[in-house]
Structure formats: C-alpha cells, structure tokens
C-alpha cells in the first residue's frame, strides 16, 4: 500500500506534458471566452408577449432583450406579484464572477510554465467547486425571488420557485431557464483540464515503462 501510494505520488509530481500544456492553454482561451459569452437566458412567454421577454446572465452583467426594455418589464410583472425587482447591482455575483475568471486563468497559465500533474488535478477540483458554489448561489437566488413575495402586492399567487434548468408553467406564462455559449465554454475549459491531466498521466506511465 505504501509502495502504490509512493508511486502515485511520484506520478503527480511529474511536470505536466507538452500534449497537457496546449490543451491547457486552448483552455485558457476557451474560458476567457466565457467571461465574455453570456451564460444563462431566462425567458417568459405568455399570450401578451408572444415574442418573449429575455434576461441574458453573463458573469458581469444582466442584458435584457429588446434593446434593454424586457427588464422594465419583467419589473413591472414582478411589482404586480409583490415580487423584488431585479437591479444588477444587487448581483453580487457579477462583481465576484470576472476575478474569479481571471484566478483560474493565472493558475492554469502557471500549470502551463511550471505546473505538475497534482497542479491540473487541484485546477479541476477548485474549479469544480466554483462551478457547484455558482450553480448554488444562482438557484438561491431565484429561490428567493420566487419565495419573498411582499403581500401587499396587488395580485396574490402562492410562493414558488423559479426553474433553474427547463420551462414551466407560472400563471399564464412559461418560464425557460437554459445554460448559453459561455456556460458551455466553462464546461469546456474543465473538460479541457481533465483531458490534459489523463494526456500527462498517460505520458508519464509510458516514459516509466
């Protein structure tokens, strides 16, 4: 048992390979990309509004459709059910989400020059729990918005929650919520990592042979 965990650690310590390097600099690329991609759309569609009302979610900013009227909308919609208006102020998340972004890229760049095969594995699993603490935080947030109803409100509706992933009926409207270009480009820069580090490891076993 000693002698495998040894041997496993000698594996992670080896550098990363010139294969694992591109590939972590495509990933690079990729997830910068991302930052500038929007990353989720929320859409309501009812009778009134055949064409739909859209929120674009990028990693700094909220871009309602119509050249920014959807959001006074959606507002106005929101006000009626006693709902918090949605301000992009309030969106802590998008004054955290860039330098997140900007870490992540530094480290992969430093896994590029210096970094081992344990520096890839460690990438990944930060970054995968930035991307569950994100997904997280986001279905919160329509948690809460759907839930802290003021009941004052002119109209009255039952307490709900917001899909996160799908469409669903909400009075006469239909709710969509979908991942977009930049969230698939953040799935890409993990899948980018693990490829690399399966790419390094293998290297290194062959060499070891």
């Known amino acids: 048992m000693n002698a495998r965990f040894v041997s ?3 594996l992670l310590d080896r550098p990363v390979s010139l294969t694992g390097r591109l590939l972590v600099l495509v990933a690079v690329v990729v997830l910068l990309a991302g930052a500038t991609l929007p990353l989720w ?34 507002n106005t919609l929101n006000h009626y059910i006693g709902m918090k208006h949605i301000a992009q102020a309030d969106f802590l998340e998008m004054k955290l989400l860039p330098f ?28 995968t729990y930035f991307g569950v603490f994100s997904l997280g935080s986001f279905a919160y947030r329509l948690y ?20 996160v992933f799908g469409s669903q009926q909400i009075a006469n409207f ?20 693990i490829t690399a580090t399966w790419s390094s490891v293998r290297e290194a076993r062959r060499e070891a042979a």
């Open 8 to 10: 496993m650690q000698r």
């Open 41 to 74: 759309r929320i859409s309501l569609v009812a009778p009134q509004y055949a064409e739909g009302l859209t929120l674009d979610m990028y990693a700094y900013q909220i871009v309602a459709g119509n050249d920014g009227q959807d959001l006074a909308e959606i």
């Open 100 to 127: 997140a972004i900007g870490v992540f890229a530094l480290l992969a760049l430093r896994a590029v020059a210096v970094g081992t095969i344990m520096s890839l594995v460690d990438l990944a699993m930060l970054f």
């Open 144 to 163: 809460s918005y759907g839930h802290h109803l003021d009941p004052a409100a002119p109209m009255t509706i039952e307490p709900f929650m917001p899909v």
């Open 174 to 193: 239909v709710q969509t919520s979908l991942p977009l270009a930049g969230t698939l480009c953040m799935v890409g820069f993990f899948l980018l990592l």
